[in-house]
């Protein structure tokens, strides 16, 4: 039997969902083993984890570009030595924890439980196996720090095991599996089942359309791309998630109402249904979050990609639209030119479609548990 930890932090959802689906993998899977999940900035110091998310929830909503601006900054040089060296004054405390539970391998889906690991592997304090989880589809430096000490890294494609290489990493550790994604994603659902439980209509096109939940509030861009596609796409039906942003989905229904399109057009608050709406979707519109763009791949949609936070999101986002998975509405384009070159041929869905194959990891979660516990 082995002790197992699994680390993330709650910077964004993406990096606990790709923590729970590993969990839920290894307890299927690999049941003999004590798999524990576990919020390592909470454990350190709950103060800082409690500041350090709310500024960055509140600066991905509201300043935006403040968030670009410390993404880029961590990258190298000043801010990336303090956060560094932070992580390793933190990591006096994780280290209670570590010789208490004695895991024999640590999974970590956010770079701060991995840098504080390793620091502690360096210094001789644990001897634990150490796993990274990348959960973006661009690198960045801070994933990579204590990578000497690093027994491997799993990452979202090709491209990025060659920027790992670059940096000096060990081609053995580096593993191209795609981010964890939910088995749920995986399974196969009843279509006319779905479509009657939120009164759809067969034989039309469907479009998934996410507002981006708590980020959504007053990117005006947003309604805008709604109510173009409300107004353009009198044929086909619109499935559009506010999430728990209140605010988003009045102003939805306040779109719907004005085009008369009740019956096309449904709007929901938070719903854990996604995997059933994914799989009679034909596009997505969204944010390209790490998590939702699996998610997408995985159910071959095609995206159609709003208001990325700059940083991490806009490097994916640059990734889906060269690889031709995806098209992303910038500032000043014009959303009606978009759409029209969108669906005025059906070619072109069908030709992202067949994009999103080839980068899709369906089952990524499954091979990283067996390369790490085989």
């Given at each position: ?136 589809f661009a690198p ?52 006319q089942q779905i ?174 548990c067996d390369i790490?516990?085989?």
């Amino acid at each position: 039997m082995k002790n197992i930890l699994i680390f993330y932090a709650s910077y964004g959802g993406g990096h606990l969902n790709a923590a729970k689906s590993i969990q839920e993998c290894l307890l299927k899977n690999y049941p003999n083993n004590s798999i524990e999940l576990i919020d390592c900035m909470k454990y350190v110091n709950k103060t800082i984890e409690k500041i350090t998310t709310v500024a960055y929830r509140e600066a991905a909503k509201k300043a935006p570009w403040v968030w670009g601006r410390i993404y880029n900054d961590s990258q190298k040089g000043p801010f990336a030595h303090l956060s560094s060296r932070s992580n390793k004054i933190l990591a006096i405390k994780l280290l209670k924890l570590l010789r208490e539970k004695k895991p024999d391998l640590i999974i970590s889906t956010h770079p701060f439980g991995s840098q504080m690991c390793s620091y502690l592997k360096r210094k001789n304090k644990i001897t634990a196996k150490i796993a990274t989880i990348m959960t973006d589809f661009a690198p960045h430096d801070q994933w990579l720090v204590g990578s000497d000490f690093t027994d491997y890294y799993f990452v979202a494609n090709p491209k990025m095991k060659e920027y790992l290489i670059k940096k000096q990493i060990s081609d053995k550790k580096i593993f191209v599996t795609g981010i964890p994604l939910s088995n749920r994603f995986l399974q196969k659902y009843n279509r006319q089942q779905i479509l009657a439980d939120y009164n759809l209509e067969e034989g039309k096109n469907n479009i998934l359309f996410f507002g981006g939940g708590e980020f959504g509030l007053g990117k005006s861009k947003t309604f805008e791309i709604f109510e173009k596609l409300v107004s353009y796409c009198i044929d086909m039906q619109i499935i559009a998630i506010a999430g728990k942003n209140e605010k988003m989905k009045l102003k939805f229904e306040e779109i719907v109402e004005k085009y008369h399109a009740t019956k096309r057009v449904k709007v929901l608050a938070f719903t854990n249904q996604v995997p059933e709406l994914m799989s009679i979707s034909d596009l997505v519109f969204t944010k390209p979050g790490g998590m939702t763009t699996t998610e997408s791949l995985a159910s071959h949609l095609p995206m159609v990609i709003m208001n990325p936070i700059p940083g991490q999101e806009e490097e994916n986002a640059q990734f889906l639209e060269e690889k031709g998975i995806g098209i992303w509405i910038k500032k000043d384009d014009d959303i009606s030119d978009i759409l029209k070159n969108i669906f005025s041929d059906n070619k072109k869905l069908e030709e992202m479609k067949r994009n999103t194959i080839a980068f899709a990891h369906p089952n990524s979660t499954k091979n990283i548990c067996d390369i790490l516990l085989n």
